[in-house]
């Protein structure tokens, strides 16, 4: 009977046995007997069941003694904790096994090392009855034993996985979630190592942990052992991929972050293992080739169909891998629900916004969208944890599992170390609480008491400010909310944006800014890169090449850094609003801004007026400008051939003259963007100069549509500088003279069956020019996020007035 094995193979387990071997070990057999036939690699193993664990504790009396020592406690007192923990431990490492399932385990070890090789290395991991399941991670609160060799060792392992169940955090993680420790009860899965130890290995995600994103898969990789990932001891490799376009047989990596990984963890002697520094010309590349990325991202969305068909749910899944150094192979080593995003009942997001800024202190990597405020109180060790009170934000050089009892108490949570999957950023996403990884000088820049604010609402990017400031917290509930007749689009700037905001009730971007991924992304003028290799030979440039050589790191070829750069950034925008028309405007630098990029100073010329001079379409056929133009192109080629996002459509902004427009159209074609060879393709242009109304039948012979920049249109029409203070109350958007040639451009796109849409900032401000805009038929809308939950409701009403005239 299944009930009453000591010792049960990964072939005979499946998600009904988690009361029999814990979460963890049901998953591992059902993937080995499910998945490995549709060609995922799970290495091969035992469990040591439940049940034999409840035999140990019955035959050795510790029960009792268990249920004596915890009498009393109190669980938020963490010396008591401590205190009460390390006598349980102690009992349970000082009990013997019997005799029985002592050679029940060294009996299936044998039976392994004949499958493998004699003494074979194996990892010994903790798995809870309770353990993985939905609603409760229990991720860490157990031990794992590594590169474990011979019957000996193992017995000694698994004594300390029993004794696992009884950490502190163990302890106070039952305590919080309402678990009996005696309903609880100790599986030990035992599982052939793949030795990343000579390669890498890590964590992935088949949702975007921060912002419940679920159309990708997020990697982290590094070198060595996956603990050094999990434990958040190194800033690893990040790489995104797109769902949808990958089931399609697309390349469809759409983000690539070089991390740190300063250090990994490899195989030590006598059944142990060690922290060793990574060479630099290893820490420079990426932990993994793209195929690589690939073939895991096939994995992990097999993975989450089977389990999510297995759970008769959507159920994105948490999934640990590694590569096998001496095989080149990649292998599974364990899969559990994600907890944190799929268990929300209703669609409602909280809308974090600062009032005001103040002084940066640091910035590290944002966990989470929230934003907390509280005196920060900096700990070196867990022996300091009765420092924290409640509402303190705990800043560390990095935390383990060791940590999570205080944890819960902080208000936020900053971290020398780490990376979005590391142990800091996992907890504190299952509390619902900020934190900021890997700032990398926290605990020498802040002091115990400094009053501070924790703000991850702005994307990627975690700010840590002097001072308690303060925010909104808006609650949105998407089921509430109009659904207007009109097309409403949003304008997106940074990508890492993109993913925050797609959620939001929208049929696509109607403006996504290249020119925000180069500033923000890129920081380099595109001809320092192209001109690269004759910049190193003069002597005056290096130190700008050492900047250069910095930013590019694992790049040989500059110009691929900038297309790869620029693809990845358009890609995680089309990514989030797939698979609606993604809009993206070719760059709109003036010379004053691209001379404030790496090597800007070299190509740009002093203007007395940016804003009228050398700009938008007119530098893309210059001399000066066309190879870096050229590069925009290939990057939005790529996204669209190689990565598959045909719902992202180009456009060409500030273009003065009809012969601008055929020079520009042409050098599109060369650069490979043809709608000859690609029927689906369209190319927009930026309606904003008075000229592009007064002969837009002509233009629209070029384009499939116009997108209105009102600012610009307002600016031109009425000979106002949009950058002075002393004229800007001359006149606005809302004049009678722009009135008159948005509608103009209006009717004459529509009568041409053409795209009309608007993306400037008037509608937000002027009520009354949507009411103009929606009675003259524009087509789309497009609103900066922070103005799409109001503008629902403003169009709404106005399209009800204008029905009810």
Same mark, same amino acid.
């Given at each position: ?528 890169? $192209? ?41 995680? $925008? ?171 451009? $209006? ?59």
């Amino acid at each position: 009977m299944k009930e009453k094995a000591l010792i049960l193979w990964f072939s005979e387990l499946s998600l009904k046995d988690v009361g029999l071997v814990g979460g963890k070990n049901a998953s591992l057999g059902e993937m080995y007997s499910g998945l490995k036939a549709s060609g995922i690699e799970v290495p091969n193993g035992f469990a040591i069941t439940a049940y034999a664990y409840r035999l140990f504790l019955q035959k050795a009396g510790l029960e009792g003694k268990i249920k004596e020592i915890l009498l009393g406690l109190k669980k938020d007192d963490v010396g008591d904790l401590r205190t009460r923990g390390e006598k349980i431990r102690n009992l349970i490492l000082q009990a013997e096994l019997s005799s029985e399932l002592t050679g029940e385990i060294k009996k299936a070890y044998h039976k392994l090392c004949e499958i493998y090789e004699e003494d074979t290395d194996v990892a010994v991991r903790s798995s809870a009855t309770a353990e993985d399941l939905p609603g409760a991670s229990f991720a860490g609160e157990q031990e794992t034993f590594l590169n474990i060799s011979g019957g000996n060792n193992l017995l000694g392992a698994v004594r300390k996985c029993f004794a696992s169940l009884f950490t502190d955090r163990a302890i106070s993680y039952r305590e919080d979630k309402g678990f009996s420790h005696f309903k609880v009860y100790l599986s030990v899965g035992v599982q052939k190592m793949a030795r990343s130890d000579l390669a890498s290995s890590g964590v992935a995600f088949t949702i975007d942990t921060e912002t419940g994103f679920d159309k990708v898969v997020i990697i982290n990789s590094s070198y060595g052992l996956g603990e050094i990932v999990v434990q958040g001891k190194v800033t690893p490799d990040e790489f995104i991929v797109f769902k949808p376009a990958l089931e399609e047989g697309f390349a469809a990596i759409i983000s690539k972050k070089l991390g740190e990984k300063n250090t990994r963890i490899v195989y030590g002697q006598n059944n142990s293992t060690k922290e060793e520094k990574v060479p630099k010309d290893l820490k420079d590349k990426f932990s993994l080739r793209e195929e690589e990325v690939l073939i895991l991202s096939k994995w992990c969305v097999k993975i989450e169909k089977y389990f999510s068909e297995k759970y008769g749910k959507y159920q994105p899944m948490d999934i640990e891998w590694a590569k096998d150094g001496k095989l080149n192979k990649l292998f599974i080593i364990q899969a559990r629900p994600e907890t944190v995003h799929s268990e929300k009942k209703e669609k409602v997001f909280d809308e974090y916004k600062l009032l005001k800024t103040g002084k940066i202190i640091t910035k590290g990597i944002a966990v989470g969208t929230k934003i907390a405020e509280g005196s920060a109180k900096v700990l070196k060790t867990t022996k300091e944890i009765n420092k924290i009170q409640r509402g303190d934000v705990l800043v560390t050089k990095i935390t383990d599992p060791d940590w999570e009892p205080v944890m819960k108490v902080a208000s936020a949570i900053v971290t020398d170390e780490g990376g979005r999957t590391s142990h800091a950023a996992i907890v504190s996403r299952e509390l619902g609480i900020p934190c900021v990884v890997g700032t990398r000088n926290a605990t020498a820049v802040l002091r115990d008491g400094d009053e501070i604010t924790v703000d991850c609402s702005t994307g990627d990017e975690g700010i840590i400010y002097e001072g308690k400031l303060k925010f909104s917290v808006t609650a949105h509930r998407l089921r509430d909310l109009p659904k207007p007749k009109t097309k409403i689009m949003v304008n997106i700037g940074t990508p890492d944006e993109a993913f925050k905001y797609f959620y939001l009730p929208v049929e696509g971007v109607g403006l996504g800014r290249i020119e925000f991924i180069i500033n923000n992304v890129i920081k380099i003028h595109p001809n320092a890169l $192209i001109n690269f290799k004759t910049l190193k030979k003069d002597p005056k440039n290096a130190d700008l090449i050492e900047k250069l050589e910095r930013q590019t790191k694992g790049y040989q070829d500059k110009k691929e850094f900038y297309i790869d750069k620029l693809s990845e950034g358009i890609a995680k $925008i089309a990514s989030s609003f797939w698979p609606h028309d993604v809009i993206i405007r070719f760059s709109d630098f003036k010379t004053n801004e691209y001379r404030q990029l790496l090597g800007g100073e070299l190509y740009e010329p002093q203007e007395q007026n940016p804003m009228l001079g050398f700009r938008g379409a007119s530098r893309y056929y210059s001399p000066e400008f066309r190879q870096a133009f050229g590069l925009e192109c290939q990057a939005i080629l790529r996204v669209r051939v190689k990565m598959g996002f045909s719902n992202v459509i180009p456009m060409v902004p500030f273009l003065r003259t009809l012969e601008e427009a055929e020079k520009v159209i042409n050098i599109i074609n060369e650069f490979g963007l043809s709608r000859e060879r690609d029927s689906s393709l369209k190319i927009y242009m930026m309606c904003e100069i008075p000229s592009n109304v007064i002969l837009a039948e002509e233009f629209l012979k070029f384009f499939d549509g116009f997108s209105i920049g009102s600012n610009d249109l307002a600016q031109l029409t009425l000979g106002i500088d949009r950058d002075s203070n002393i004229v800007d109350k001359v006149g606005n958007e809302n004049d009678k003279a722009v009135r008159k040639l948005i509608k103009e451009a $209006i009717e004459v796109c529509l009568s041409k069956n053409k795209y009309i849409g608007i993306c400037g900032q008037a509608p937000s401000d002027f009520p009354d020019f949507t009411e103009f805009l929606i009675k003259n038929r524009i087509e789309s809308i497009s609103l900066n996020p922070d103005s799409i939950f109001k503008m629902l409701n403003v169009i709404s009403q106005v399209e009800k007035n204008i029905g009810n005239l």
